[in-house]
């Protein structure tokens, strides 16, 4: 028998949302709880994301507007059940269905305040059977940092650091059509210039949400310990009973008479793990914290776990501008060639994918064919004046830098624009006539861009005929490179419907369990809708408390 330097009821190692949400179900029960964290922040991937929770007939949802039936259609229609991705299951997706509403109606009463993420966030394939077209997310407020008094400055920054919502943010680039958006912004600099004034610290989307589990989490006596790596699971008899991390430079054994709940983020910061796994794929692209190493991926496999769909990772298609190595969060261009007037290309100049699909569809494609890594956005004059790239609008707005670089690539025809990118002229200009054909019958019959909702959701609100179709005639012609970034690896250790570390044989290792990026997803090889990390990272955190605790079916 082990002898431990302290004992916990739940010992948890990371601190993404999962983590909070199942430490306060512990502490809602009596049971003690330490949250151990690798980096000096508080927040994981969570707090660098847009803190976006896709929950299906959530609360804040209109009655009647979704149903646990018409979600579980959906996610089996779009997700499945395949061989080669065992970290889904149709019982664990109506796992996840039957307790996500009362996951988030557990927060509310624990005062993590969060509200409708929009009313128009489809689900990414809503096209499918019990897909939405209104919106399934869930999000927190703008959150005052200052409320977490001297925690302030230990929660991870986000990638929105002013009182405005993620949603609300995208429109901002609309303004010049809408007074309602002048209005909207107005407000929100209004905002800005008060809190700055009054002292507050304002953040939103990932930090926002964060922030306001961090509060509740410390308010209800969480015991968050950061600059603390967990090192190894401590097993005996089978059991998972512990940790080993690190006190005042000396190993430090704590255990857990309920259970360790690994929450520790993937490996997309780990270039090695990645080589083997991801191939084409690299560190420098990913927008996830510096601590996502996926050294708990090789602990947990070390001891019995399963790896799987460890190839997969939530795409977030970039661009390598000028000084974007510099930038918190890696530019990104889902937005940018979902416009009308843009369509991708790969090396040769040929179109194959519709722009405007998911980012994690948008990566895996790129990732699956032959010379489109990296691949070349191509618009023209009428983009270029009327749409942001990289947070600029109007070609005369463009830095110097970029040309000079050779990032931002002009000319005056098609066929000169195929030689700055290095591909055949005739190719690239028989790819765009094409396209400019499609554009005049008003569909894209290769790939049906702006036939669902969600295709039409990062386009233009205002463009007529389309939101996101557009032929490319005016010149001058630009491009620039698009690459297979991520906001996270998807793929880790297989676990049950109660989110138990399993053995390839199917059996459980009792006492270790595991949500988030740890383990293979359990949306499987797709990504269903926006928060489908989040969400199910929280949910799962959620459940994993609920069975360790024994609480069943308790109201909470």
């Known amino acids: 028998m082990s002898t431990f330097d302290e004992i916990f009821d739940w010992v948890v190692v990371g601190s993404g949302a999962g983590s909070m949400s199942s430490g306060m179900l512990m502490r809602q029960a009596g049971k003690s709880v330490v949250v151990l964290e690798k980096t000096k922040f508080f927040g994981g991937t969570t707090a660098k994301s847009g803190g976006v929770m896709w929950i299906p007939n959530n609360p804040f949802m209109d009655p009647g507007e979704d149903s646990d039936e018409k979600a579980i259609a959906y996610l089996d229609a779009v997700v499945g059940d395949d061989s080669d991705a065992p970290g889904t299951s149709?019982?664990?997706?109506?796992?996840?269905?039957?307790?996500?509403?009362?996951?988030?109606?557990?927060?509310?009463?624990?005062?993590?305040?969060?509200?409708?993420?929009?009313?128009?966030?489809?689900?990414?394939?809503?096209?499918?059977?019990g897909g939405c077209t209104t919106s399934r997310t869930v999000i927190a407020p703008p959150f005052d940092r200052k409320e977490l008094g001297p925690w302030a400055k230990k929660l991870r920054l986000g990638m929105l650091e002013m009182p405005v919502r993620l949603d609300d943010g995208l429109q901002f680039a609309s303004m010049k059509h809408s007074w309602a958006i002048k209005w909207l912004f107005a407000k929100t600099a209004f905002a800005v210039v008060w809190g700055r004034l009054t002292g507050k610290q304002w953040t939103t989307a990932g930090a926002g949400l964060q922030g306001r589990m961090l509060k509740a989490g410390l308010e209800k006596g969480i015991d968050i310990?950061?600059?603390?790596?967990?090192?190894?699971?401590?097993?005996?008899?089978?059991?998972?009973?512990?940790?080993?991390?690190?006190?005042?430079?000396?190993?430090?054994?704590?255990?857990?008479?309920?259970?360790?709940?690994?929450?520790?983020?993937?490996?997309a910061q780990n270039q090695a793990m990645r080589d083997k796994y991801q191939p084409g794929t690299r560190a420098e692209w990913s927008n996830v914290p510096e601590g996502d190493t996926g050294e708990m991926h090789v602990e947990m496999e070390r001891i019995g776990g399963v790896l799987a769909q460890m190839d997969e990772m939530v795409g977030f298609p970039g661009t390598l501008s000028p000084g974007?190595?510099?930038?918190?969060?890696?530019?990104?261009?889902?937005?940018?060639?979902?416009?009308?007037?843009?369509?991708?290309?790969?090396?040769?100049?040929?179109?194959?994918?519709?722009?405007?699909?998911?980012?994690?569809?948008?990566?895996?494609?790129?990732?699956?064919?032959?010379?489109?890594?990296?691949?070349?956005?191509?618009?023209?004059?009428?983009?270029?004046?009327?749409?942001?790239?990289?947070?600029?609008?109007?070609?005369?707005?463009?830095?110097?830098?970029?040309?000079?670089?050779?990032?931002?690539?002009?000319?005056?025809?098609?066929?000169?624009?195929?030689?700055?990118?290095?591909?055949?002229?005739?190719?690239?200009?028989?790819?765009?006539?094409?396209?400019?054909?499609?554009?005049?019958?008003?569909?894209?019959?290769?790939?049906?861009?702006?036939?669902?909702?969600?295709?039409?959701?990062?386009?233009?609100?205002?463009?007529?005929?389309?939101?996101?179709?557009?032929?490319?005639?005016?010149?001058?012609?630009?491009?620039?490179?698009?690459?297979?970034?991520?906001?996270?690896?998807?793929?880790?250790?297989?676990?049950?419907?109660?989110?138990?570390?399993?053995?390839?044989?199917?059996?459980?290792?009792?006492?270790?369990?595991?949500?988030?990026?740890?383990?293979?997803?359990?949306?499987?090889?797709?990504y269903p809708g926006a928060g489908a990390s989040v969400g199910p990272s929280m949910v799962f955190g959620w459940i994993a408390a609920k069975h360790a605790a024994g609480l069943g079916n308790q109201a909470l």
């Open 324 to 526: 974007w190595d510099k930038e918190y969060v890696f530019p990104g261009m889902q937005a940018v060639t979902a416009k009308p007037h843009c369509i991708l290309v790969d090396q040769d100049g040929i179109r194959y994918m519709n722009e405007s699909c998911s980012y994690e569809h948008y990566c895996e494609t790129m990732l699956k064919r032959p010379r489109a890594n990296p691949s070349w956005a191509i618009m023209d004059a009428q983009f270029m004046e009327e749409y942001q790239l990289v947070g600029t609008v109007g070609i005369k707005k463009k830095p110097q830098s970029w040309l000079d670089s050779g990032y931002l690539k002009v000319a005056d025809s098609i066929e000169d624009l195929a030689l700055k990118i290095g591909c055949d002229p005739t190719t690239l200009k028989a790819t765009v006539d094409h396209w400019n054909a499609m554009m005049d019958k008003g569909t894209d019959e290769d790939f049906q861009r702006g036939v669902r909702f969600y295709d039409r959701y990062l386009g233009d609100p205002f463009g007529k005929p389309s939101a996101t179709l557009g032929d490319i005639r005016e010149g001058p012609f630009y491009a620039v490179d698009v690459i297979p970034g991520d906001v996270s690896t998807y793929g880790g250790v297989v676990t049950d419907v109660n989110s138990r570390v399993t053995r390839a044989d199917g059996s459980v290792i009792e006492g270790l369990y595991s949500c988030g990026v740890s383990t293979a997803s359990p949306m499987g090889r797709v």
């Open 90 to 129: 149709h019982e664990k997706r109506l796992a996840y269905v039957n307790e996500g509403p009362k996951m988030v109606d557990f927060l509310l009463k624990q005062g993590v305040a969060l509200e409708r993420g929009s009313k128009f966030w489809p689900d990414y394939y809503d096209n499918l059977p």
């Open 225 to 267: 310990r950061l600059e603390t790596p967990v090192s190894e699971l401590i097993v005996e008899g089978g059991k998972v009973t512990g940790v080993v991390t690190v006190k005042d430079g000396k190993p430090w054994r704590i255990g857990g008479n309920l259970g360790v709940l690994v929450n520790a983020g993937g490996f």
